[in-house]
């Protein structure tokens, strides 16, 4: 009785280790993947905010299909901390690995840039 109850036990665990490995892999395909924006968008970050949020902005854009898998991915790889605020060009079909390198990345900005001329007529600005 023993035996099968052990028995059926390591089986059940080994069960249950397969799956949690097929989910890891899974995860892990959709963050490494091509992403189903089909047009590049303009990012824009602000100040103090978190990953949850951006999550949360990219997945109501359609930049990334699945808002936990990103705060997921971003957590295991200790980059959801680094969070720079800016406006940032996400790539149409960016993976979700390229948005997270991209707004975690130098903080420059690669998108959203205004620039004012001031233009001069006889004295005068115009």
């Known amino acids: 009785m023993l035996r099968s ?3 059926n036990f390591l089986t059940f665990l080994l069960v249950v280790l397969v799956l949690a490995a097929a989910l890891i892999a899974w995860g892990q395909g ?3 993947g091509q992403g189903p924006s089909l047009e590049a968008t303009c990012l824009k970050v602000p100040r103090g905010g978190s ?4 999550a949360e902005e990219l997945q109501a854009r359609g930049a990334i299909s699945n808002a936990m898998i990103f705060r997921l991915g971003a957590e295991y790889t200790g980059r ?3 969070v720079k605020a800016g406006s940032f ?7 979700m690995q390229d948005i997270l ?6 903080g420059q900005s690669t998108c959203g840039v205004e620039v ?10 115009v």
């Open 51 to 54: 990953i949850a949020d951006l």
């Open 5 to 7: 109850i052990a028995s």
């Open 101 to 106: 390198a991209e707004v975690t990345g130098n």
């Open 80 to 82: 959801a901390p680094h």
């Open 89 to 95: 060009l996400i790539q149409e079909g960016a993976s």
């Open 30 to 32: 959709k963050f490494a």
């Open 116 to 125: 004012v001329y001031r233009i001069w007529v006889n004295g005068q600005e």
